[in-house]
């Protein structure tokens, strides 16, 4: 079975400043797909970044940029020029390509924006 | 186009009761999933549907707990004779197909307290 560990339960960073949130998995599988996911304390869940496993350049979205290291099976989001609507639970999540939908989340890091 | 709707937000239920979750995909989308999360945990997969088709349940517990998806009205998550480790935040989410590239789209989550 796959899992997700987020080692950093909680992180802050201030306004403007960089920060950079890990997350391990660990599978078998050659084909699978991996996302960062935003729960603000609406506890509505809102997709980051994805990646492919079989593309070596690492996604980016705006200020969201990940850092994919598939031989260490690491999988870090990187936030740049933090704003305090950064402010929320960020979770790490894998699909397999096998099952395409199943998302398996980790616990989660509760990142917090400093003015 | 309105979001995922999850409806009651909250929900209190006594030992042994029943629960009923209701979730209203996104216009279009055909194909539903629940997840549950409990407390300082990620969320969990329990449950894909299609209009009228369970097509995992694998993350269903065996017992109390049942899902459908009608052909008319709304993704129905069901559980009996609830006992107080059900209390957790239960997400509903859609995509138009299923798939990597087809983004599951989150509602805002029921959350159940059972005392």
């Known amino acids: 079975a796959q899992t997700v560990t987020q080692s950093q339960p909680e992180m802050s960073v201030q306004e403007a400043e960089t920060v950079t949130l890990s997350c391990t998995y660990d599978?078998?599988?050659?084909?699978?797909?991996l996302f960062w996911y935003k729960q603000p304390p609406s506890r509505q869940m809102i997709l980051v970044i994805r990646?492919?496993?079989?593309?070596?350049q690492n996604a980016t979205e705006n200020r969201f940029s990940v850092n994919f290291q598939k031989a260490a099976k690491s999988f870090s989001l990187k936030i740049s020029d933090s704003q305090l609507g950064d402010t929320a639970m960020y979770f790490c999540?894998?699909?397999?390509?096998?099952?395409?939908?199943?998302?398996?989340f980790g616990k989660g890091t509760l990142l917090t924006v400093n003015p | 186009n309105a979001g995922v709707m999850q409806n009651p937000r909250h929900l209190v239920r006594r030992r042994g009761q029943e629960a009923r979750l209701r979730c209203s995909p996104m216009?279009?989308?055909?194909?539903v999933y629940w997840y549950r999360q409990l407390p300082e945990e990620g969320l969990k997969f329990m449950v894909y549907?299609?209009?009228?088709?369970?097509?995992?349940e694998s993350g269903m517990p065996k017992e109390r707990f049942s899902a459908e998806f009608p052909k008319e009205g709304p993704s129905i998550l069901r559980i009996q004779q609830v006992v107080r480790g059900d209390s957790a935040a239960y997400f509903c989410?859609?995509?138009?197909?299923?798939?990597?590239?087809?983004?599951?789209?989150f509602g805002p989550g029921t959350r159940l307290t059972v005392l």
């Open positions: 599978t078998s599988e050659n084909n699978y797909y």
């Open positions: 999540a894998f699909c397999s390509g096998g099952s395409n939908y199943k998302l398996t």
């Open positions: 549907l299609q209009k009228e088709n369970i097509i995992d």
């Open positions: 989410a859609s995509s138009p197909k299923t798939g990597f590239y087809n983004e599951q789209f």
């Open positions: 216009k279009g989308h055909s194909h």
């Open positions: 990646q492919e496993a079989y593309k070596q």
